[in-house]
């Protein structure tokens, strides 16, 4: 591969939903994505801007000569464990990988003389805390998380903190909401295994590729009963990435910057926006509602706008649904590869 002179971008967790998107951003604006996965969730088919290392966070001689070899000088860090359910049952493995992991990376960083993070950080750090349900979140909001998973995402952001005030590490923080669609290319898009998000699995359910779905609760404090969640389109969010590597900030800054649109969407929208666009209704059934499950979680993004220069472009719900649909169609990616990821899935046990 002709790696020119384009600066060199280590970005962990590239095999994985956001991070290939964001690797395609970042070679279209002229960085070389070096991917660094150990695809446990990840698929080896989803690295095409750049290339691939196969190697774990918590293996520092690897992470070191993957920086070494291709002299990068930015870690946009996306790998670790996302699914909140699993947290719940296994909490030290999600503080293995989400912090330790996390930890083990910024040593190498450091060790390194790489200066510069993007952090895949989540709403997740918010929880409902005593907010209503029609006020949005910004970065100052109490930090209140329901589960493990938004625990080690929050205590991640703290050492990485800690780190710039010591280190002069410059880092930012992406406090994503519902990341959701997919390329228009219809080449990457969402597919994770289990899935867990809500859009992928009420399209499976529309095309009968899937069970019918279950929607948890329809009694909460919303308008129609079903919580609402800000939706913002994986190439929004991965623009959000290049923005906050590009941005000039000082040695030793941190930034937490929340990554949404400011819209709150229910689930029943959702399914009813699916529904339109696949021409056939989401078979779905009303369950009970999920331990930990705030009723809103809706971006305040004025703060990604002033800083970043950043604004969500295709992330109305009808173009979220009408890109996760084109991939999802796709015999040979979407549905398809999500039948055929145990078979390429790597041996790396998590
Ligand atoms: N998907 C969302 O809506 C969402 C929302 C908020 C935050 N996030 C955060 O964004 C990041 C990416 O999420 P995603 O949806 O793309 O998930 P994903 O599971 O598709 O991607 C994660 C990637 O990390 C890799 N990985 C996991 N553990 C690793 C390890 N120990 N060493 C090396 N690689 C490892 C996986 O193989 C995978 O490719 C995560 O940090 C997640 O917490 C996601």
């Known amino acids: ?41 990840g698929f080896r088919e989803a690295v095409r801007w750049g290339p691939f290392i196969h190697g774990d ?5 690897a992470l070191g000569e993957a920086i070494a070899a291709y002299d990068v000088s930015a870690v946009i860090h996306f790998a670790g464990l996302i699914e909140v359910g699993r947290s719940t049952k296994k909490p030290d493995l999600f503080w293995d990988i989400n912090v ?4 083990n990376l910024l040593t190498v960083m450091r060790e390194r003389g790489v200066g510069r993070l993007v952090f895949s ?9 005593g907010r209503s349900t029609q006020e949005s979140i910004t970065e ?6 329901s589960s493990p998973y938004g625990d080690t995402k929050l205590a991640a952001e703290w050492m990485i903190a800690a780190q710039c005030r010591a280190y002069g590490l410059t880092a ?49 404090q919303t308008p129609d009963g079903t919580c609402l969640r800000d939706y913002i389109h994986v190439t929004d969010l991965a623009a959000a990435h290049v923005a906050a590597l590009r941005v000039d900030l000082p040695p030793g800054a941190f930034e937490a910057v929340n990554v949404g649109t400011g819209e709150g969407q229910s689930v029943s ?26 009723a809103s979680l809706v971006a305040d993004p004025r703060r990604a706008r002033e800083l970043l220069g950043w604004r969500a472009n295709h992330s109305s719900l009808e173009e979220i649904v009408a890109d996760a649909l084109r991939w999802e169609r796709n015999p040979r990616y979407g549905a ?5 990821r145990h078979s390429i899935r790597s041996e790396v046990p998590v």
């Open 1 to 41: 591969m002709d790696r020119g002179s384009k600066p060199a971008v280590l970005v962990t967790g590239g095999a994985g939903y956001i991070g290939a998107h964001t690797a395609k951003a970042l070679d279209e604006q002229g960085f070389l994505p070096v991917v660094y996965d150990n695809l446990s969730s």
């Open 57 to 61: 966070l918590r293996d520092r001689a």
């Open 100 to 103: 330790a992991g996390t930890t």
């Open 121 to 129: 950080s989540s709403a997740a750090v918010y929880g409902q805390g």
């Open 140 to 145: 100052s909001a109490e930090k209140a998380p």
């Open 172 to 220: 930012v923080a992406l406090r994503y909401f519902n990341a959701a669609g997919a390329d228009p290319s219809g080449l990457i898009g969402e597919a994770h295994e289990p899935e867990t998000h809500l859009l992928p699995l009420a399209i499976a359910a529309a095309l009968g590729d899937g069970p019918a779905l279950t929607v948890f609760g329809q009694d909460f």
């Open 269 to 294: 929208q959702v399914v009813a926006a699916v529904g339109r666009a696949v021409g056939a209704p989401v078979p779905h059934s009303v369950g009970p509602r999920r331990e930990g499950d705030p």
């Open 336 to 340: 398809g590869l999500r039948q055929v």
